[in-house]
């Protein structure tokens, strides 16, 4: 008889995780379900829905007949995930904290304490993404406890393990995973790989997961939940009231509480105004807000950013845009937008430029960059700067225009 594999799932007490656990017991593993505790429901007010979350999430395991484990994160998540996502708003970005929580809490202190403290040969969780490896050759990698040597196995390099879409594109979430690290990625298996959302929720019903089945699916903050955001915001950042601009003609529109509290793109909904109004640009120094009356407004127009320092899965760049320094692949910065065609351009410094082959609506800083060629996720960056709008674009070439026009119409001077 074969040694029985033990794998730690990650539960959250949803019909993802849930069904995820009942898939990898069905394959003869040895299953425990763990439950992450990241948010302290003491600390605000406000309905928080964790103890619920738990409850269902040890039914499952209790249905299942495998052993139910819960770990809390909380200081963890306060310092390495909120606390970021407080800095950057106070630096006019918004950040996405799904992004940030994979990366610190689930794909590296999760994981660990996964392999080192529960003895696991591999992690789980119910994401909608797949890599490289098949279950067996997840076993076959081998755990390197940190401190890392100074240099990878040469063979290591060669073989890095990939990320790819899941067969339900709709529901696919590499993007989230675009910054877990190669070690986490080499130990996790993804049971919903080749599954769709209707098909997962028809296991749950066979199973009788019906209280899981009867949840809305979670959104919000990462951990957090719902919230009515600009109320939880001022909670922890102090309110920094300044005006609302017209970007076309810098009438003041109105006012509001604090910069942070507004993103790229978002509707204002400013007093007094019957028209709708929409946010282009914050200036964090004056704390004013620009608006234009159209959603679609030039201003919210651009085809170029740069990212920090880019994270790639692989932990190289692809040899084509090392060999080349760029490279025609796809991108996008929000969980669910379509996919837009690309160039990158790899700086010195790690960082890349994304030129979209069109315009697009409200790129924002602090929010990620990912890339994709074909159906591989190739990793993603924070966005820290945007190239020009077409708005600006216009108000220059009308400037240069008037001083062409100018320069034409001056009258020669006598010699």
Not at 41 to 50: A, F, I, K, M, Q
Not at 358 to 385: H, M, N, W
Request: aromatic share 10%; glycine share 8%.
């Amino acid at each position: 008889m074969g040694v029985v594999r033990h794998v730690v799932c990650a539960m959250s007490g949803g019909v993802d995780s849930s069904v995820a656990a009942l898939l990898l017991k069905r394959r003869g593993y040895q299953v425990t379900g763990v439950f992450m505790k990241n948010w302290d429901s003491l600390d605000e007010r406000g309905v928080c829905t964790s103890e619920r979350d738990c409850d269902d999430a040890y039914k499952v395991c209790r249905a299942l007949d495998i052993p139910f484990h819960q770990v809390s994160y909380v200081k963890e998540y306060w310092h390495e995930v909120f606390s970021n996502l407080l800095g950057e708003y106070q630096k006019g970005r918004t950040p996405n904290p799904d992004i940030i929580c994979n990366k610190h809490i689930k794909f590296k202190h999760f994981y660990q304490y996964a392999i080192n403290n529960l003895g696991a040969d591999a992690m789980a969780t119910g994401h909608y993404a797949r890599t490289s490896l098949e279950d067996e050759e997840v076993f076959q990698q081998t755990h390197t406890p940190t401190p890392r040597p100074l240099f990878r196995d040469r063979l290591e390099i060669r073989n890095p393990v990939r990320l790819y879409q899941g067969a339900d594109r709709l529901k696919d979430q590499t993007f989230f995973l675009s910054q877990i690290s190669q070690d986490a990625l080499r130990q996790t298996i993804f049971p919903l790989a080749g599954l769709t959302k209707d098909f997962v929720k028809k296991i749950a019903a066979e199973a009788g997961f019906h209280h899981v089945l009867k949840k809305k699916e979670s959104m919000g903050i990462c951990f957090i939940g719902e919230r009515h955001f600009e109320d939880f915001i001022l909670e922890y950042l102090e309110p920094k009231p300044g005006h609302f601009v017209s970007i076309e003609d810098g009438k003041i529109m109105g006012k509001h509480k604090g910069w942070f509290t507004f993103t790229l793109g978002q509707r204002a909904r400013i007093g007094g105004q019957k028209d709708p109004w929409f946010v282009v640009d914050k200036d964090i120094t004056t704390g004013e807000i620009f608006v234009g009356p159209t959603t679609n407004h030039p201003a919210l127009l651009r085809d170029t950013v740069q990212t920090d320092r880019f994270h790639w899965i692989t932990e190289e760049p692809p040899a084509e845009l090392v060999r080349t320094q760029m490279m025609d692949c796809h991108f996008r910065f929000l969980h669910q937008m379509p996919l837009s065609p690309c160039t990158v351009t790899l700086n010195l410094d790690g960082s890349v430029w994304i030129t979209a082959n069109k315009p697009l609506r409200a790129l924002t800083p602090g929010q990620f960059a990912v890339l994709y060629k074909g159906d591989e996720c190739l990793g993603s960056g924070k966005i820290v700067r945007l190239g020009p709008s077409e708005h600006m674009l216009q108000k220059r070439h009308l400037q240069l225009s008037r001083n062409s026009k100018n320069s034409e119409q001056q009258p020669e001077s006598d010699s």
